[in-house]
């Protein structure tokens, strides 16, 4: 099958298990990552456009989030659609380490990328939990969970592993910008990534100025 097929049939599968997601890791989430991606990617040399469209398209198709109990780990997943569209094993390697090293895993833990095609996909994921959109998933997660907007008497806390952050999140939405949304900017892999990163971060330090005005009545 040629790549241009293997993109599209990867978009209608990716479409099809998205389509009920929440608002922020529904289809619409993964289809701003590959567009950013393939931004971000035309500024960087030597990249295979293929892996980073894969590993855009896919990344989020089992997140540990939403299938936490199921019995096939996310690049088992990734691996057995790959598969199936015949991609040559060297791709799909490099797809499914894409998708691994991709998400976010605490505050002090440190990210590996195992390529520039991984850097791009992290860097283009992460400005998606940036700027207005950021703001607008983020609180859409937290609704999704149930979870209050602001607790002014919440600590926040700057995880040491992956265990401690999957297992004790921010209760409130307004400390997730802490513990997670407002550490992206410095993180980012490449400088394309790193320039759209700021503006987002510059306005979403402005947006929780807003809301801290507010919730104090002061504005
Ligand atoms: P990654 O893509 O690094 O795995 P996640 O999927 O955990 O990141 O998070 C993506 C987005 O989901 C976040 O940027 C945020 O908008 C939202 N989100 C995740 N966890 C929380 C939370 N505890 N509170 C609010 N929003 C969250
Ligand atoms: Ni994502």
Redesign the pocket.
């Known amino acids: 099958m040629d790549k241009e097929k293997i993109l599209k049939l990867t978009k209608i599968h990716t479409r099809k298990i998205l389509s009920n997601g929440e608002p ?2 529904d289809w619409w989430h993964t289809y701003r990552v590959w567009r950013t991606s393939l931004k971000i990617a035309k500024h960087e040399k030597g990249v295979d456009l293929f892996v980073v469209q894969l590993g855009a398209l896919l990344h989020d198709i089992a ?1 540990w ?1 939403f299938h936490k109990n199921e019995a096939k780990s996310e690049g088992a997943v990734i691996r057995d659609w790959l598969i199936k569209m015949d991609v040559e094993k060297g791709v799909t390697d490099k797809v499914c380490r894409i998708v691994e090293s ?3 895993k605490g505050a002090e833990v440190k990210d590996k990328v195992s390529s520039k095609e991984a850097a791009i996909v992290q860097d283009a ?2 400005l998606d ?1 940036l700027g207005a959109i ?1 703001v607008a ?2 609180f859409g ?2 609704g999704y969970k149930n ?1 209050p907007m602001y607790d002014s008497r919440e600590k926040i806390r700057y995880h040491k592993s992956f265990r401690s952050y999957k297992a004790a ?2 209760k409130s ?1 307004v400390n ?1 910008f802490y513990e ?2 407002l550490l992206l900017k410095a993180r980012m892999k490449t400088k394309e990534g790193r320039r759209l990163a700021a503006s987002r971060d510059t306005f979403m330090r402005l947006y929780l100025n807003q809301f801290f005005e507010e919730w104090r009545g002061k504005k």
Request: aromatic share 10%; net charge positive; hydrophobic share 25%.
């Open positions: 922020g890791h997140d989030k991709v998400t976010f994921d992460r939990a950021g998933r983020a997660y937290g979870r999140q921010s939405t997730h997670k949304l």
